[in-house]
């Protein structure tokens, strides 16, 4: 497992090195079907990390967000994100990452977490713990409700769903403070702990799947918000460092 993951922060460094050459520069922007933006640099990041692990590691699959599926149904699955947050990108504003993560046979076992501009590293192997820049990192310990600090990201299905929505709003209420940082920040600052909660409620697997062994090397519970296991499939997250606190998450996602 050392060797997949010394590749995989070596195509990270691979894609944070193009990224970072570009940030200040124009580039082209299209847009996809869904509205959503891709840039040059997303593709040219992509390619660079699937020119690294492809070379080590050919037999493997592969699931990128710009370039497509390759094997597939291989044992071993990289699930990459070149540029998660390419609006973000596009705006300048920092808060964007690549993410790269392995799964082995559907279960996810090692993610690089990669924030070129923001200036994060973060990595973990299941059974090894979680790093941050060199440092080992963990959540927080466990707290009530009422001293906890919640963020959110995407909550578009919880809007049209008035049951879900009164249940967020009563967590938040009860909540310490809550926050948006959203995008790789807050899986981060959960897994270091700085924060104690996330709920999302419209993802992509390519998003959270580096994140998610992350966020549970570092001791925190996650999964989707009706308490599934984190796959190719997931669209939410409920996420804490405690088991208290994802049940609450959970009980907005039965609304749902």
Same mark, same amino acid.
């Given at each position: 497992?050392?060797?997949?993951?010394?590749?995989? $922060?070596?195509?990270?460094?691979?894609?944070?090195?193009?990224?970072?050459?570009?940030? !200040?520069? *124009?580039?082209?922007?299209?847009?996809?079907?869904?509205?959503?933006?891709?840039?040059?640099?997303?593709?040219?990041?992509?390619?660079?990390?699937?020119?690294?692990?492809?070379?080590?590691?050919?037999?493997?699959?592969?699931?990128?967000?710009?370039?497509?599926?390759?094997?597939?149904?291989?044992?071993?699955?990289?699930?990459?994100?070149?540029?998660?947050?390419?609006?973000?990108?596009?705006?300048?504003?920092?808060?964007?990452?690549?993410?790269?993560?392995?799964?082995? $046979?559907?279960?996810?076992?090692?993610?690089?977490?990669?924030?070129?501009?923001?200036?994060?590293? *973060?990595?973990?192997?299941?059974?090894?713990?979680?790093?941050?820049?060199?440092?080992?990192?963990?959540?927080?310990?466990?707290?009530?409700?009422?001293?906890?600090?919640?963020?959110?990201?995407?909550?578009?299905?919880?809007?049209?769903?008035?049951?879900?929505?009164?249940?967020?709003?009563?967590?938040?209420?009860?909540?310490?403070?809550?926050?948006?940082?959203? !995008?790789?920040?807050?899986?981060?600052?959960?897994?270091?702990?700085?924060?104690?909660?996330?709920?999302?409620?419209?993802?992509?697997?390519?998003?959270?799947? *580096?994140?998610?062994?992350?966020?549970?090397?570092?001791?925190?519970?996650?999964?989707?918000?009706?308490?599934?296991?984190?796959?190719?499939?997931?669209?939410?997250?409920? *996420?804490?460092?405690?088991?208290?606190?994802?049940?609450?998450?959970?009980?907005?996602?039965?609304?749902?």
């Amino acid at each position: 497992m050392q060797e997949f993951l010394e590749q995989a $922060k070596a195509a990270a460094a691979d894609a944070a090195a193009i990224i970072r050459e570009h940030y !200040d520069r *124009a580039f082209d922007v299209q847009y996809k079907s869904d509205a959503s933006p891709v840039t040059e640099v997303d593709i040219a990041s992509e390619r660079a990390i699937r020119a690294r692990l492809e070379a080590a590691f050919p037999e493997h699959g592969f699931y990128g967000e710009e370039l497509g599926q390759a094997q597939p149904d291989a044992d071993y699955l990289w699930l990459i994100d070149p540029i998660d947050g390419t609006k973000s990108f596009v705006r300048h504003y920092p808060v964007f990452s690549t993410q790269i993560a392995l799964m082995h $046979k559907g279960e996810l076992v090692l993610g690089v977490s990669s924030a070129p501009v923001y200036g994060q590293l *973060a990595w973990a192997v299941k059974g090894e713990g979680a790093y941050m820049d060199g440092k080992r990192i963990g959540v927080d310990v466990a707290k009530p409700l009422a001293r906890s600090i919640l963020s959110t990201g995407n909550l578009n299905p919880l809007l049209d769903n008035p049951t879900a929505l009164a249940k967020l709003a009563q967590t938040m209420r009860g909540a310490h403070r809550h926050r948006g940082y959203g !995008d790789f920040l807050h899986y981060h600052l959960l897994a270091s702990g700085s924060i104690d909660m996330i709920c999302e409620a419209e993802v992509n697997i390519l998003d959270i799947a *580096a994140l998610t062994v992350i966020v549970r090397e570092a001791g925190g519970v996650m999964t989707d918000l009706k308490g599934g296991d984190i796959g190719l499939d997931t669209t939410t997250v409920a *996420a804490a460092n405690s088991d208290e606190l994802h049940q609450l998450l959970l009980e907005i996602g039965r609304s749902l």
